[in-house]
């Protein structure tokens, strides 16, 4: 890791280098998501605004400086995705429910009209399920993927913005996130706080607790590296370690701090955004397993790390 980007609920778009030292501060209202161009120096983020943001900037050395911006055509974007041909970038807007779709130029800046994605439909779990909330867009095979919290699916479309059949996912589920890894998909349920794999015909062929510990819980973030499934747990304040193969429990430890949003693995690293404990605690993954390092970095209710 040469620098380690945190976004979050803060006033700031923080840049750490790889002593942890904050060495840039970006100003961004509620940038709570960040994804990089798979191979231009260029930055994407959201502006998780009722009247949702775009905003992409080029990167110089950690610095960060402010290259295009637009709406997010939608409330409350939480997540964006860049597809890895890098010239399409697709935004979840957690509020409406709305997915969009924007070109990128060959400097990595947007262009042309966004296709808008809107959706209907609800859940059982009524304060959280009331329409559609879109949580994650993910590029998997030139389909993009998006976790609804609020309707129990799995949105696929088309590159061009066509509907593809919906995957429906147990009622009550409230997808988060999901990861694709060896012919899977691995989703955390933020409603019914389980883990369930699905084979590449979308069949379930396995489901887990994401934690162990007594409480409420409310998974965010899903990972996959080698053999293992790190899940993060909200309310326990927990990662947990699962076989990729069956889903069964390898390891619960703490996150470091309070409300774990998010998580990156580097290596034999691993960053942890603490949204509520104002910190991003930074892991070091021996036998797969995370353990605590007495390195933390101070940054307000961050919600997304990125190492680059």
Not at 51 to 78: I, K
Not at 271 to 279: E, I, P, R
Request: aromatic fraction near 8%.
């Amino acid at each position: 890791m040469k620098h380690l980007f945190i976004g979050g609920y803060g006033p700031d778009i923080l840049t750490a280098n790889s002593e942890f030292d904050v060495v840039a501060r970006t100003a961004a209202d509620k940038a709570s998501f960040l994804a990089f161009h798979p191979t231009l120096p260029v930055l994407y983020a959201v502006g998780e605004q009722d009247t949702g943001t775009l905003t992409a900037y080029t990167v110089t050395d950690g610095e960060l400086s402010e290259l295009d911006g637009r709406p997010s055509e939608g409330s409350q974007p939480c997540h964006l995705a860049v597809h890895p041909g890098g010239e399409l970038l697709a935004v979840a807007n957690y509020g409406d429910g709305v997915v969009s779709l924007h070109r990128l130029d060959a400097n990595g800046a947007f262009t042309g009209d966004p296709i808008v994605l809107t959706h209907s439909g609800s859940g059982p779990v009524w304060e959280r399920q009331e329409r559609p909330h879109a949580h994650q867009a993910v590029f998997h095979d030139d389909v993009l993927h998006v976790s609804d919290l609020g309707t129990d699916e799995i949105r696929r479309y088309a590159l061009d913005g066509r509907a593809l059949d919906f995957v429906k996912l147990p009622a009550g589920t409230g997808p988060r996130h999901l990861v694709f890894a060896g012919g899977r998909c691995h989703v955390a349920g933020e409603l019914d706080a389980m883990v369930r794999t699905y084979d590449g015909d979308w069949n379930e062929v396995a489901a887990a607790v994401a934690s162990e510990q007594p409480g409420t819980n409310y998974p965010s973030h899903i990972d996959v590296a080698g053999e293992y499934v790190y899940v993060g747990n909200r309310g326990p304040d927990t990662i947990s370690v699962l076989r990729a193969a069956d889903l069964s429990m390898v390891a619960e430890v703490p996150s470091g701090a309070a409300w774990p949003r998010h998580f990156a693995i580097d290596g034999a690293a691993m960053y942890v955004a603490n949204q509520t404990g104002d910190t991003v605690s930074v892991l070091t993954l021996r036998g797969g397993v995370p353990q605590p390092t007495d390195v933390v970095i101070d940054a307000v209710a961050p919600a997304c790390v990125l190492p680059r």
